[in-house]
């Protein structure tokens, strides 16, 4: 079983930037991929990015390409994201994920999310 538990979320002015973290606890936790998938009100779940378990490979959805970054400390079991330039578009609660699978959105351990407000 792994435990992920996210930080760094708030209120945000557009053009901000926030950070969010995300500790991994429990039986593997640093052995995953670890992603972070985004859900606003009414919407469905919207992949935002995914590291491999050593952090060599990154891939990020097309609505936050160039302005968000991902980063993993092994040393930490922490996995980050960088949110630069937000939107308020990019407004959504944003959960942590371990152990992705072949769909992007798709993982075996979920956070409990962190809210992201941007505010016009």
């Known amino acids: 079983q792994v435990q992920l538990e996210e930080s760094g979320g708030g209120l945000v002015q557009a053009g901000g930037s926030l950070r969010l973290s995300c500790a991994a606890s429990?039986?593997?936790?640093?052995?995953?991929?670890m992603g972070w998938i985004r859900q606003a009100p009414g919407k469905e779940r919207e992949f935002v990015s995914r590291?491999?378990?050593?952090?060599?490979?990154?891939v990020y959805g097309d609505s936050v390409k160039g302005r968000f970054t991902i980063s993993r400390d092994l040393t930490k079991n922490t996995v980050y994201l960088q949110m630069n330039y937000l939107k308020p578009e990019d407004t959504a609660v944003y959960y942590c994920?371990?152990?992705?699978?072949?769909?992007?959105?798709?993982?075996?351990?979920w956070g409990q999310g962190t809210q992201v407000t941007v505010a016009q």
């Open positions: 994920a371990a152990d992705g699978k072949s769909s992007l959105v798709d993982y075996s351990y």
């Open positions: 429990g039986r593997q936790g640093s052995g995953f991929s």
């Open positions: 590291i491999s378990w050593d952090g060599g490979y990154t």
